[in-house]
């Protein structure tokens, strides 16, 4: 099993939808949350992150970690075509040096459609 | 400013022949990062330097594979005696510090095929 579960889709939805990506971690020592945003033939960027568990907004983005479950979302609400790129969680414990232990999901590949 | 920046963006190279990769850090950067992405693999770490400190080579797939960095600046992710097994896409990423909330900042990556 791995230490980092992401399903990797393909998810279509039309346009306006409200997507929900998922993560499932098995590690209970990760405290740092990310989600990233990878384009086509590009590299990924930060989109998110969290610390421990909780909720954060950011414009229509909203991330939730529920640690208790090992479980972490990205909602995206009223989806844009231009959401379509794959999402990737990666998580990491916290403090100095973990950075170079980021554990990877697979990434959702999400294709919002017009 | 200027993002991380790779050379070349695309690699056709045939089976036995060694490759240079090229990575441009964001400027006063002082950690930088090589992975593999692969379809169905995900990111996988391979090397992991951080200021003068020994370079972490846990993540590297075999002694064909080799990285330096030189000035604390520009590395090179160097395959030598290439296989079809390692055509993927190299990503390099580069953050402020080894803290985990240091973002790590990609850059586009090299699509490597190897014939």
């Known amino acids: 099993q791995k230490e980092v579960e992401q399903d990797p889709g393909p998810l279509s939805v039309p346009e306006g939808a409200i997507v929900s990506l998922n993560c499932t971690y098995s590690?209970?020592?990760?405290?740092?949350f990310m989600w990233y945003r990878q384009y086509s033939r590009k590299g990924p960027e930060l989109l998110m992150y969290?610390?421990?568990?909780g909720n954060k907004e950011d414009g229509r983005f909203t991330a939730q970690v529920d640690k208790s479950s090992k479980y972490i979302s990205l909602f995206i609400r009223d989806s844009q075509p231009s959401d379509s790129a794959t999402y990737l969680c990666?998580?990491?414990?916290f403090g100095a040096g973990n950075n170079r232990k980021l554990i990877w999901g697979l990434g959702t590949s999400l294709a919002v459609n017009p | 400013g200027a993002g991380v920046s790779q050379s070349p963006s695309n690699k056709v190279t045939e089976k036995g022949k060694d490759v240079e990769l090229r990575c441009d850090p964001i400027?006063?950067?002082?950690?930088l990062y090589w992975y593999r992405q692969s379809l169905g693999q995900g990111l996988e770490f391979l090397i992991y330097?951080?200021?003068?400190?020994?370079?972490?080579k846990s993540g590297l797939p075999s002694d064909r594979f080799s990285a330096e960095r030189t000035g604390g600046s520009v590395s090179t992710l160097t395959i030598q005696r290439t296989q079809q097994e390692d055509s993927a896409v190299y990503l390099c990423?580069?953050?402020?510090?080894?803290?985990?909330?240091?973002?790590?900042?990609f850059g586009p990556g090299t699509r490597l095929t190897v014939l």
């Open positions: 969290t610390y421990s568990s």
């Open positions: 400027s006063g950067h002082t950690a």
């Open positions: 990666a998580m990491s414990g």
């Open positions: 990423a580069s953050s402020r510090a080894a803290e985990s909330t240091d973002t790590q900042y």
């Open positions: 330097f951080q200021g003068n400190s020994a370079p972490d």
């Open positions: 590690n209970s020592a990760f405290q740092y």
